[in-house]
């Protein structure tokens, strides 16, 4: 489970559909957290910080990238070409 999380992190960390601002976001929050001082009204194992907010940002990501379920697990073939289209109809 946790070997999984961290390949759909890394996927999702490179894939060029999700924002700049969301993958920001999540590396300097889970940084921060991990470097600084632990807070003493909140005594939180670093690890479980990171797990969670590791689920959170491929919850997100994966909206932002359009994909479905646990699609970022599987191969993708790397020959392939991402694009969308539209049907006109002609009168």
Known sequence: MIINLLKQ???LLKDRRVKLS???IYVL???LYVIAPV???MPLDDFLVFLVGSY???RVAKKEAGYNRDVVNKKRDK???DI???II???
Do not use: Q
Request: glycine share 4%; no cysteine; proline share 4%.
């Open 9 to 11: 992190v890394w996927e």
């Open 22 to 24: 969301t993958k920001l």
């Open 29 to 31: 929050s889970v940084t």
């Open 39 to 41: 807070i003493p009204f």
């Open 56 to 58: 959170i940002f491929t």
């Open 79 to 81: 020959s392939a070409i």
């Open 84 to 86: 969308e289209g539209k």
């Open 89 to 91: 109809e002609e009168e």
